[in-house]
């Protein structure tokens, strides 16, 4: 009977990037340089404080999920009041203030 073997030798993992051997147009090497810098981000996000960061967070439980949206209903309303107070002031009581102020 034959039997599989896990122990086959694997190739190293290797972080270098793909290198394009064609003649490439100032566009392609535009593209392909963001592309680098995009890609050297997100390799510079799976370590450090930030990777740190993200291991520890978890997903919120019900409540507080609720308490989230609940606290940022009351934010965004109040700054819509807010908004709303400005718009009134500035079409009834303030244009005949700066009409006095500036003589007009």
């Not at 039997?3 to 064609?22: F, G, H, I, N």
């Not at 593209?31 to 981000?41: K, N, T």
């Not at 965004?76 to 079409?91: K, R």
């Amino acid at each position: 009977m034959l039997k599989w073997a896990p122990s086959v030798a694997r190739a190293p993992k290797v972080l270098a990037m793909a290198v394009e051997t064609s003649q490439k147009g100032p566009i392609e090497a535009r593209v392909q340089s963001w592309q680098d810098e995009i890609e050297g981000r997100v390799r510079r996000l799976q370590t450090g404080s930030t990777a740190r960061i993200l291991k520890m967070a978890k997903k919120p439980s019900k409540m507080e999920f609720r308490q989230t949206v609940i606290v940022c209903g009351i934010g965004m309303f109040v700054l819509g009041m807010i908004g709303f107070v400005v718009l009134a002031l500035m079409d009834n009581a303030l244009p005949v203030f700066f009409s006095w102020l500036t003589g007009s």
